[in-house]
């Protein structure tokens, strides 16, 4: 329970931040926790330390399916639906292979490019629990959300100048936004600053890749299985094929989109959903220290931005065949 409490009063404290200076959540919670990073050496706090960054991250990651349903994904008709998962994909496998280029293991290309393609700090703490234990993964999940997210609050900013820059009709535009803006919150600013038809519009296209999480979690914990087959790992040991976060995550989207669930319980799952997700990064923050995230060089700082700037060239050329 101490240490529990401990990442929820984090959270509070970086939520209220957020709300009055506009930063990233995400981001206020990751450097309160690396503040208090000597909470996690203390005997009292270090289990819930742990438990909430493992369980509390994954009961977030699990709520995330109330936001979708499938009728928002079917209403936009097949074009926007193929580029999202065609430029998903791509990216991804584009940023596999540039961190073996660049000397890292493709399962952190997966992470930095699931992270870009999909939904930015929560699809990285996602697939960050789907993926195997090693010395480096804590440090490398924390520098994603950090990146990501100070990625995604630039893209608001310019990324609306680029529309004009273009001249995109307000579908293309919304279009465009959802597909390429990491974080939700980043896509609804960055829309609605642009009239009611491109934020509506990003908004859906932003929950279509939001949707993909699955299958990549999918495919993540398959990588898995196999790396702990290859080095004789006894098959108890084995993640399960389908995380159980994974299946709550598609058990609630299939729920919503029945339409039985009250916009309310919809707004309280939502909710709910953040402020796990921000007591589960505040817990992580604890468990890392400012310096390790120095060590981390230029090539990774290259890597999310080579990610970032090819997920954009990639869609506005998409656009520009389609429209």
Not at 214 to 237: D, F
Not at 239 to 248: E, Q, R, S, T
Not at 250 to 263: D, E, I, R
Not at 301 to 316: K, N, R, S, Y
Request: glycine share 10%; net charge positive.
């Amino acid at each position: 329970m101490p240490g529990l409490v401990a990442s929820a009063i984090i959270a509070a404290a970086a939520s209220f931040l957020s709300e009055h200076y506009g930063a990233p959540v995400m981001l206020y919670a990751l450097l309160l926790g690396m503040a208090m990073n000597f909470l996690s050496a203390d005997d009292k706090c270090k289990p819930g330390i742990e438990f909430t960054a493992r369980e509390i991250l994954r009961i977030g990651v699990a709520l995330l399916g109330i936001r979708i349903t499938f009728g928002q994904v079917a209403a936009l008709g097949w074009e926007p639906v193929a580029l999202v998962i065609v430029s998903v994909v791509l990216v991804i496998l584009v940023s596999m292979a540039a961190a073996r280029v660049l000397g890292f293991q493709n399962l952190f290309g997966l992470l930095t490019g699931g992270a870009t393609a999909i939904c930015g700090a929560s699809a990285a703490l996602a697939l960050a629990a789907a993926l195997p234990a090693h010395p480096g993964k804590e440090r490398a999940t924390l520098f994603t959300v950090i990146g990501v997210s100070a990625l995604s609050t630039l893209a608001m900013i310019a990324y609306p100048m680029i529309v004009r820059a273009f001249d995109l009709p307000p579908l293309a535009a919304g279009i465009f936004l959802g597909a390429t803006i990491h974080d939700v919150a980043q896509v609804v600013g960055a829309g609605y600053s642009l009239g009611q038809e491109t934020g509506d519009t990003a908004t859906v296209v932003k929950l279509m890749r939001v949707s993909l999480l699955l299958p990549v979690i999918l495919v993540a914990t398959m990588i898995t299985r196999a790396r702990a087959a290859n080095t004789g790992v006894e098959g108890g040991a084995r993640p399960p094929l389908l995380p159980w976060f994974a299946v709550g995550f598609v058990l609630l989207a299939a729920l919503n989109s029945t339409g039985w669930v009250p916009k309310g319980v919809v707004g309280a799952g939502n909710e709910l959903s953040r402020w796990c997700l921000v007591i589960a990064i505040s817990a992580l923050g604890m468990k890392t220290q400012l310096k390790e995230l120095a060590l981390v060089g230029v090539k990774p700082v290259a890597l999310m931005l080579g990610e970032t700037v090819f997920l954009a060239g990639l869609v506005l050329l998409a656009l520009k065949w389609l429209f």
